[in-house]
């Protein structure tokens, strides 16, 4: 359109470049809209293509996106939203009792939640997209920023602006002082210098841009910690019984979890022997019960042939042999027993670890199998009382110390227990409806105290109680990425202090002859001080030496935090006579 309005406007007045029709307005009209068709046509004839990204563009673009500080953060904040789940929902090498009672509860919505690998977050395929994205972002923003960072390091200070007083901190004074001794001066106070004919600049505050990357590298490390440990580390649950051992083999854990690179030669060859338990507990007050301390004491043998140690291992005192660590998290009772069966033959005699189902007071609960009992198998339920007394017509613990401890039969079956089918199952628990010729011999007796005896019913046999020991349950575990860990999540800290706390600051210096100028409110304006390479002004003319007039400015290249004390400290410090004492 706009080339037919010029056409007509330059037709109507002459100036198209040829001479008017003899037709008057109307030719010319004509004229114009065969000018108009003829563009027309030209761009219908030649059509602009937008041009595509193309492959390399596209990469160019997802990588420039996938680096940005923006994209980064976001990502920061997927990792610590997708670890979420991994606290709310059991996960499996962990708790798989409560997962499987999931899926007994509510198979259905069990079944939707293992789809979504809420049971195995740290092992799902969206959390490891996350985690390699995320340190893909890290490694694109940080290694440009800390390229940038050297070379600003190296960079001088820019030159001094030729009007200081228009800059946020700004102070003159009248003074023998010369560029030399005001560069001595700032560099005394840990500022960069460098000088120019009757100007110095100096500048300080690096360690803010320090600090940040250093605290994205320390992000970068503490990744790749994690991920060190997931594939050379290993973890396993043992529980050991007083006077029994433990070698640290893959067969003699009762729970193992290796990383994907760890083989069954990569275990360090250590063992020891649980000699004693001990827990103490206060005896009286409101807080009757309360453990005070746990302390289990072993004989470590740290590698074959050498000689054993004793070792007193407490809840924050692991034991520690070439960095494999083995940790107390729980304790409970072992109750022994000694089972006679119906032909007169001592079928079982050991302690039985048993489960703690009231905290407060250690009544436990456990689960005798005597599966070499003839004629038939035995199967026992027990219950473990500490500290017994008699209440409202039952007998109940009292307190979690074994002051008075006795066992209480309350179960016994007679079959096949199934434990020679191939099938596993668990030592703590009997279920009767899932085992085949179970003939129940119901038990209504008072408790054993030690020493005590009971006959089974039917014939079956005879179970004594023959004394205490307790359990502890141990994890040993070894991850090479805990101490790059720790260091790391350290200089995070120190980083991220560093970048919070340390301000970008500038101060330019100014020296000339008595009353040079500089100190007019009208003066022209300075330019931008990030960019400022005139040198000229009134002390030109001192040749880098003058003395007399002494202009000084200063500003933040960061917000927050007040430069104003700062900066007064500065001008004073440039005073003669100041620091000449000194």
């Known amino acids: 359109m706009e080339d037919v309005e010029r056409v007509i406007r330059d037709d109507a007045t002459g100036r ?59 990502l920061l904040f997927l990792f610590a939203l997708g670890s979420i789940p991994g606290s709310i929902w059991p996960q499996r090498g962990v708790s798989d009792a409560k997962v499987a009672q999931y899926f007994d509860d509510d198979p259905r919505l069990a079944e939707w939640l293992d789809r979504l690998w809420l049971f195995d977050v740290f092992k799902a395929p969206w959390f490891a997209a996350i985690y390699l994205l995320l340190f893909l972002s890290l490694i694109g923003c940080v290694l440009p920023r800390a390229a940038a960072h050297l070379r600003e390091l190296r960079r001088k200070p820019p030159a001094a602006p030729r009007n200081l007083s228009r800059l946020p901190q700004h102070a003159f004074f009248d ?90 030669e990569s275990l360090e060859p250590f063992s020891f022997t649980v000699d004693d338990f001990q827990a103490t507990y206060i005896a009286k007050g409101e807080r009757r019960g309360q453990a005070l301390d746990f302390e289990a004491r072993l004989k470590v043998t740290d590698a074959p042939g050498r000689p054993e140690r004793d070792y007193a291992l407490k809840v924050n005192e692991p034991l520690e042999v070439n960095g494999t660590q083995t940790y107390l998290i729980d304790h409970g009772y072992a109750p022994m027993f000694k089972i006679t069966d119906g032909g007169g033959q001592v079928a079982f005699e050991r302690p039985v670890p048993c489960l703690v189902v009231q905290p407060a007071t250690f009544t436990s609960e456990c689960v005798i199998k005597v599966p070499d009992a003839q004629p038939e198998q035995l199967g026992i339920l027990v219950a473990f009382l500490p500290t ?44 009767p409806a899932s085992l085949k010729k179970m003939r129940p011999l119901v038990m209504k007796a008072d408790p054993l105290a030690v020493g005590k005896k009971l006959d089974l019913p039917g014939g079956a046999g005879s179970i004594e109680f023959t004394g205490v020991k307790e359990w502890i349950a141990l994890q040993i575990a070894y991850d090479p990425g805990r101490v790059p860990a720790f260091v790391s999540a350290a200089l995070a800290v120190a980083g ?20 040079a100028a500089g100190r007019a409110p009208d003066a022209p304006d300075a330019p ?23 202009e000084v400015g200063g500003l933040t290249r960061t917000e927050g935090g007040d430069f104003g004390e700062e900066f007064a400290e500065i001008v004073s410090a440039l005073k003669p006579g100041v620091n000449d004492a000194r």
């Open 528 to 550: 931008d001080t990030a960019n400022a390479t005139d040198v000229t002004g009134a002390a030109e003319g001192a040749g880098g030496s003058g003395r007399g007039h002494v």
């Open 496 to 515: 991220l202090v560093l970048s919070l706390t340390v301000r970008r600051r500038r101060v330019w210096v100014r020296v000339g002859p008595a009353g």
């Open 388 to 431: 017994t007394v008699p209440m409202n017509g039952e007998w109940v613990s009292i307190f979690p110390g074994a002051a008075n401890p006795t066992a209480q039969v309350y179960g016994a079956f007679a079959g096949d227990l199934g434990l020679r089918n191939g099938r596993p199952q668990s030592v703590y628990e009997l279920d």
């Open 175 to 264: 003074g023998e002082l010369t560029v030399e001794e005001a560069a001595a001066r700032l560099r005394r106070m840990r500022f960069r210098v460098t000088t120019g004919p009757g100007w110095v600049s100096a500048e300080k505050g690096y360690l803010r841009e320090t600090g940040n990357l250093l605290f994205h590298i320390a992000l970068l490390g503490l990744l790749v910690a994690v991920g060190a440990g997931a594939l050379y580390g290993y973890r396993g649950n043992v529980l050991v019984v007083e006077g029994e051992g433990f070698a640290n083999t893959v067969a003699a854990y009762d729970r193992y979890m290796p990383g994907q690179q760890v083989s069954a």
């Open 16 to 74: 198209s470049g040829s001479a008017p029709s003899d037709g008057g307005p109307e030719a010319t009209r004509e004229n114009a809209r065969t000018t108009a068709h003829r563009t027309a046509s030209a761009g219908r004839e030649a059509p602009v293509r937008p041009v595509g990204l193309g492959i390399t563009g596209w990469a160019r673009w997802f990588w420039r996106t996938l680096t940005s500080m923006r994209t980064a953060l976001i």
